[in-house]
C-alpha cells in the first residue's frame, strides 16, 4: 500500500517566488495536515483539513495557504517566499477526527524548501 | 495544550535499553500521550500512544504514573537503526483534530 506521498522532493526558490506543494494521503484518509519544519527542531503544524474543509490553522501568515480536493489529496501555497521559509515541509493524513483510536498521524517524506 | 519537557540527548550502546523520560506536569484530563520517532530527512513516525498506567507493542513500551506529569518510553534492546530524535506529545487528539504539538524531542544516538 502506498504511504502519504509528497511532491516535490526538493525544491529550491528564489525570495519574491510562489510554490506550490503537493500532498497524497493515504487511501481512505480523509484528514490531511501540513507541518513546517526548520532544521533542528521539532515540526510546527501550519493547516489541517478534513473534508475538504479548513480544520485548524497554525500561526502562520497569511502567505501560507492551503486547500483540500474532492479526492483528498491537499495543496499547501506559499506566497512571496522568504529565506525563513526554508525548511521540511510535512504533510500528514489521517483516517478521521473525534476518536482516539483514528487519530495516528502518517506522514510523508515531506518536501526540502530552499529559498535563496 | 500541556507544554512537554524532555532530555535534549541521549547516548546509548546496541543491545541496550533506552528509557527517554518526558514530563508534562499541566496535563488535561483529556489528553493522552503520544510518541513519535524520525530519522534524518523523513517524517515523523507513530510509535504508541497511552493514557495511564502501561501500553506494550511490538517497538515499545509506555509507561505512565498515575499523576501521569511525566511518562517513559521505554525502547528494548537498541540497534544503530534506532538512532533518531523521539518526541514526546500530549494532546487531546478528538478536541485537538489530530493537531500535533511538537517540542524539541530528543536526539538519541546508538553507538555500535
Same mark, same amino acid.
Given at each position: 500500500d502506498a504511504g502519504v506521498t509528497q511532491s516535490p522532493t526538493h525544491l529550491i526558490k528564489t525570495r519574491g517566488q510562489h510554490v506550490t506543494l503537493r500532498c497524497s494521503p493515504i487511501s481512505g484518509h480523509k484528514s490531511v495536515s501540513w507541518y513546517q519544519q526548520v532544521l533542528g527542531q521539532g515540526p510546527q503544524f501550519i493547516f489541517q483539513y478534513y473534508e475538504k474543509e479548513e480544520r485548524g490553522r497554525g500561526n502562520f501568515p497569511d502567505r501560507f495557504s492551503a486547500r483540500q480536493f474532492p479526492n483528498y489529496s491537499s495543496e499547501l501555497n506559499v506566497n512571496a517566499l522568504l529565506l525563513g521559509d526554508s525548511a521540511l515541509y510535512l504533510c500528514a493524513s489521517s483516517w478521521t477526527l473525534g476518536q482516539v483510536s483514528n487519530t495516528e498521524a502518517f506522514f510523508g517524506q515531506g518536501t526540502r524548501l530552499t529559498v535563496v | 495544550l500541556a507544554k512537554t519537557t524532555q532530555p535534549i540527548s541521549m547516548d546509548s550502546y546496541e543491545g541496550q535499553e533506552v528509557n527517554i523520560t518526558c514530563s508534562h506536569n499541566n496535563i488535561a484530563t483529556n489528553d493522552y500521550i503520544t510518541w513519535y520517532q524520525q530519522f534524518p530527512s523523513q517524517g515523523p513516525r507513530f510509535i504508541i500512544q497511552g493514557y495511564k498506567t502501561k501500553v506494550t507493542n511490538e517497538v515499545a513500551?509506555?509507561?505512565?504514573? !498515575?499523576? =501521569? $506529569? *511525566? *511518562? /517513559?518510553?521505554?525502547?528494548? =534492546?537498541?540497534?544503530? *537503526? &534506532? /538512532?533518531?530524535?523521539?518526541?514526546?506529545?500530549?494532546? &487531546?487528539?478528538? !478536541?485537538? @483534530?489530530? $493537531?500535533? /504539538?511538537?517540542?524539541? @524531542? /530528543?536526539?538519541?544516538?546508538v553507538k555500535p
Amino acid at each position: 500500500d502506498a504511504g502519504v506521498t509528497q511532491s516535490p522532493t526538493h525544491l529550491i526558490k528564489t525570495r519574491g517566488q510562489h510554490v506550490t506543494l503537493r500532498c497524497s494521503p493515504i487511501s481512505g484518509h480523509k484528514s490531511v495536515s501540513w507541518y513546517q519544519q526548520v532544521l533542528g527542531q521539532g515540526p510546527q503544524f501550519i493547516f489541517q483539513y478534513y473534508e475538504k474543509e479548513e480544520r485548524g490553522r497554525g500561526n502562520f501568515p497569511d502567505r501560507f495557504s492551503a486547500r483540500q480536493f474532492p479526492n483528498y489529496s491537499s495543496e499547501l501555497n506559499v506566497n512571496a517566499l522568504l529565506l525563513g521559509d526554508s525548511a521540511l515541509y510535512l504533510c500528514a493524513s489521517s483516517w478521521t477526527l473525534g476518536q482516539v483510536s483514528n487519530t495516528e498521524a502518517f506522514f510523508g517524506q515531506g518536501t526540502r524548501l530552499t529559498v535563496v | 495544550l500541556a507544554k512537554t519537557t524532555q532530555p535534549i540527548s541521549m547516548d546509548s550502546y546496541e543491545g541496550q535499553e533506552v528509557n527517554i523520560t518526558c514530563s508534562h506536569n499541566n496535563i488535561a484530563t483529556n489528553d493522552y500521550i503520544t510518541w513519535y520517532q524520525q530519522f534524518p530527512s523523513q517524517g515523523p513516525r507513530f510509535i504508541i500512544q497511552g493514557y495511564k498506567t502501561k501500553v506494550t507493542n511490538e517497538v515499545a513500551s509506555l509507561f505512565i504514573p !498515575a499523576d =501521569r $506529569k *511525566s *511518562s /517513559t518510553l521505554s525502547l528494548p =534492546r537498541v540497534s544503530l *537503526s &534506532d /538512532t533518531a530524535v523521539y518526541y514526546c506529545l500530549v494532546g &487531546d487528539p478528538p !478536541a485537538a @483534530g489530530n $493537531k500535533l /504539538t511538537f517540542g524539541g @524531542g /530528543t536526539r538519541v544516538l546508538v553507538k555500535p
